[in-house]
Nanobody
């Protein structure tokens, strides 16, 4: 069994920054892709950013257009942890942010952490 524990959410003003963390534990063997998704009230869950393991080559990252240049995803394979540095936050970034990992073809989700950006 795999557990994902997210932290770092909270309330911030427009233009502020937050750093989310997600630590995986349990039956960890080899995590392939790690990522962050978000879901705003009344909207579908959407991709924010993903990052590959970097084991065979350098890390490959992919971002939603809406966060490019403002958010940075990174990971520490030794700690089985993925991070999301969020800068220049906007009210439209308000959502519950979910951690997601892919291991051996199975997908796991965290419980979510609330990010609220006030105008």
């Amino acid at each position: 069994q795999v557990q994902l524990v997210e932290s770092g959410g909270g309330l911030v003003q427009t233009g502020g920054s937050l750093r989310l963390s997600c630590a995986a534990s349990g039956s960890i063997f080899r995590i392939n892709v790690m990522g962050w998704y978000r879901q705003a009230p009344g909207k579908q869950r959407e991709l924010v950013a993903v990052i590959t393991s970097g084991i065979s080559s350098g890390h490959i990252t992919n971002y939603a257009d809406s966060v490019k240049g403002r958010f940075t995803i990174s990971r520490d394979n030794a700690k089985n942890t993925v991070y999301l540095q969020m800068n220049s936050l906007r009210p439209e970034d308000t959502a519950v942010y979910y951690c997601n990992i892919d291991q051996l073809g199975r997908t796991y989700w965290g419980q979510g952490t609330q990010v609220t950006v006030s105008s």
